[in-house]
């Protein structure tokens, strides 16, 4: 008969035991290696189109996709006219602005380095309707974009949007100096770094349908959402957004990827599923190849959100800048007779050197203004 100590003790030996046979769990979706063509983009029948094209990696694979280059790339019609592509890029592949005519139908054509070919299936082009409204509206916790758009002919049903965003932000410091090296002297900068701009483009899949519907309307989509504190909101920000119109194939494409993308997390989330986009291989129906490649029009529209159009009393973190020490810190331990008991109109000029991570605001962004900056 086990004592209790006899139990506990050997209770601790089974927890041991069970511990030591623990092994990494890694599914064969996971390690199981693949070199397989990712296609990303779309025919664009009012502007430029880019097409990205790279090879796939395992999931437990870090950075980025290595591009698939010195490709050949071209949108075909179905009457066999061809527009051209030009590798400007490491696998980026673009075409010059065109207008493409809207009675057609139009596939993309690849033929990789190797020599193997891949094709797009044919899809008619979509014309996408404009931006009715992007506004941002502000709320006790913060500013909330919201984006609405309507085809009066409900012919679009299916949407896609894109966006960029740019703000203006400053250095935790002004340097008005820089040191020569070569010289040992201090001159004055000939390029201001203190004054920059950064953008940043939208990493989430935002779409929305109205096949439900019995008008082709979006209304106040919620496009993004601004904390109170957040820099953007420091001087004046700015959104691009791109709309796309889709099938419902292509719709149902983003849908997957969306729920695929999201669910790609712990130990008991689903496995990622292999989506099925519409390229192909050519002369293998059986290799998997990623992407989906529509035919739409691109339509935009850009607002500005200043500082006075938030609440002032909203403070901003200067991120990036939190452990960036004062140039020339308040000396302590004197009375204020002492500091300012006599009027001294003399210029003290003196200088101090400072991390360049505070100073130069280059290093999170551009101090060149964009042409669309007001």
């Not at 601004?226 to 420091?234: A, T, V």
């Not at 292999?274 to 339509?299: C, K, L, Y």
């Not at 991120?319 to 020490?325: F, I, K, N, S, V």
């Not at 109109?345 to 060149?368: H, I, Q």
Request: glycine share 6%; hydrophobic share 35%.
């Amino acid at each position: 008969m086990l004592t209790g100590r006899s139990w506990r003790w050997m209770r601790s030996l089974l927890l041991l035991l069970l511990a030591g046979c623990v092994e990494p769990y890694a599914p064969e979706v996971i390690i199981a290696p693949n070199n397989y063509l990712v296609v990303n983009g779309y025919i664009n029948g009012n502007g430029v189109t880019s097409i990205q094209l790279s090879r796939s990696q395992q999931l437990a694979a870090t950075g980025v996709y290595p591009p698939e280059t010195r490709a050949t790339v071209y949108i075909e019609t179905l009457a066999n006219k061809r527009y051209p592509l030009a590798e400007t890029t490491a696998g980026l592949y673009t075409s010059v602005s065109q207008k493409l005519p809207t009675d057609q139908q139009y596939r993309l054509r690849i033929r990789t380095v190797a020599g193997h070919d891949y094709t797009s299936d044919f899809t008619a082009l979509k014309l996408t309707p404009a931006v009715d409204q992007l506004e941002g509206r502000v709320q006790p916790n913060g500013v909330q974009l919201y984006l609405s758009t309507h085809d009066d002919q409900n012919q679009t049903r299916y949407y896609r949007w894109e966006y960029e965003e740019t703000w203006e932000f400053f250095a935790a410091h002004e340097s008005l100096y820089e040191y020569v090296p070569s010289s040992g002297m201090t001159i004055p900068r000939k390029e201001g770094i203190y004054h920059c701009w950064r953008t940043e483009k939208s990493t989430t899949i935002e779409t929305s349908s109205t096949a439900r519907l019995s008008q082709d309307a979006v209304r106040d989509y919620r496009m993004q959402f601004i904390q109170p504190r957040s820099p953007k909101l420091r001087s004046k920000y700015s959104i691009l957004v791109r709309q796309y119109g889709m099938s419902q194939a292509e719709f149902d494409y983003w849908e997957e990827v969306k729920k695929n993308t999201e669910n790609i997390g712990t130990l008991f989330d689903p496995l990622p599923s292999q989506i099925q986009g519409n390229v192909h291989a050519v002369s293998d129906a059986e290799e998997p190849v990623f992407g989906f490649v529509g035919a739409t029009t691109q339509v935009e529209k850009r607002i500005f959100i200043g500082r006075l159009d938030v609440p002032l009393e909203w403070s901003y973190i200067n991120e990036g800048y939190e452990q960036c020490p004062e140039p020339f810190p308040a000396p302590s331990g004197y009375t204020a007779q002492q500091l300012f008991g006599e009027l001294n109109l003399e210029l003290v000029s003196r200088s101090t050197m400072l991390p360049r991570e505070c100073v130069d605001c280059r290093l999170r962004g551009s101090n060149v203004k964009p042409s669309f900056w007001p």
